[in-house]
């Protein structure tokens, strides 16, 4: 886990995709709170959709706050991301 955690920091947006990607497949607390940092210093639209996509994964309670804090981002693409994340944990996908 700490290897993907760490990817997450990584200059390379595709490497940070994936390591969003495995880190949902774990659905740990700590893979959520990796996943909840990296989201929190990630500058890449495409990075930040791909964190949202992994937090839906496990439909943990501790996923909702970033999501929903998530669905003010500047961005469109990632607030939607953020949106139907909420939407597939809740069951409503």
Known sequence: MAGWASALESTDIA???TAAQALGEML???????????YNRESSEVVRRAINRAMDKGSCDRAV??????????????????TWALRQMRGNG
């Open 65 to 82: 706050a970033p999501l929903t804090a998530a669905t003010n981002d500047p961005e469109e693409r990632v607030r939607d991301s953020a």
């Open 15 to 17: 490497t940070r995709c």
């Open 28 to 38: 740990g607390m700590r893979a959520y709170g990796a996943l909840v940092n990296g």
